[in-house]
């Protein structure tokens, strides 16, 4: 094949031919050019996987996410007396602002549902019977999980609960409202952050990946897709899925 110099200079290599990093896949990128699992292997003492890599680490399947795009400044403060505005509504709401601590219950809840995804699209594993279940141990540095009660919008209801993960970027978000809205971005920070030639976030979250006139885009197709990429996943290695998906959807408030 004959190419002249000037040809070579002036066509860069094209980003299709890269493979795409497994935060990023997408269903039909399964069939493209998807970089493969990242490797880990199975520790019989601990009857789990482990790993180390430049940005996170694995232990019996608990994931340590190493690098962070956390900003301590953006950090929530608790309020114990708070009024909520809602935003579509403008009214005020009594509400209370409280930190979510490690061991709660919420807390768990979350984490285990960004391992579970992580599991099998970072590493083709899915929670198996007699080990630890895949876990995010603890968020990213100055990432912190707030819980806000909110007065009841009709007499007799018991309080709105809800959760918040606080410390993205205000770039990125006020917070995420939900673990499957932080699982694509969790999954960004363990790539090392992709960005494109402009250096924009390749991240596909709904706060990075903004429809073209900056709105953010909704969370459902985000994770219909993610349930969808794990699904075929799983579909594709020796082990058959198993029948326990995320069962938190109540509590994920998505
Ligand atoms: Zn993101």
């Not at 199975?42 to 190493?66: A, C, L, M, W």
């Not at 950090?75 to 602002?97: N, Q, W």
């Not at 960004?114 to 100055?142: A, C, K």
């Not at 082990?239 to 109540?250: A, K, T, V």
């Amino acid at each position: 094949m004959w190419q002249t110099l000037s040809e070579t200079e002036s066509t860069p290599p094209s980003a299709v031919d890269e493979p795409i990093p497994r935060s990023l896949l997408r269903v039909v990128d399964l069939d493209a050019n998807p970089a493969p699992p990242y490797r880990l292997f199975f520790n019989p003492r601990t009857n789990g996987y482990e790993g180390e890599f430049e940005h996170f680490r694995v232990k019996s399947n608990h994931i340590f996410i190493t690098l962070s795009d956390g900003q301590p400044e953006r950090r929530a403060r608790a309020h114990p007396d708070d009024v909520y505005v809602d935003p579509r509504t403008h009214i005020a709401r009594e509400s209370r602002l409280y930190p979510v601590p490690r061991e709660d219950k919420g807390s768990q809840t979350w984490r285990l549902t960004i391992g579970s995804y992580i599991g099998t699209i970072m590493f083709g594993h899915e929670n198996t019977r007699g080990q630890s279940r895949w876990f995010l141990h603890d968020f990213p540095e100055h990432y912190e999980l707030f819980g806000r009660e909110k007065e009841p919008v009709k007499d007799g209801k018991p309080y709105r609960k809800d959760r918040y993960l606080h410390g993205c970027p205000s770039t990125v978000a006020t917070a995420f409202r939900s673990p499957n809205e932080f699982t694509r971005h969790a999954m960004w920070l363990m790539d090392g952050m992709p960005r494109d030639e402009y250096g924009h976030s390749r991240c596909l979250c709904i706060y990075c990946n903004r429809t073209p006139s900056g709105d953010f885009a909704p969370q459902k197709p985000v994770t219909d897709e993610l349930r969808r990429v794990r699904r075929e996943i799983l579909l594709r290695t020796v082990m058959p899925p198993s029948e326990e998906e995320d069962g938190n959807d109540e509590l994920a408030n998505d």
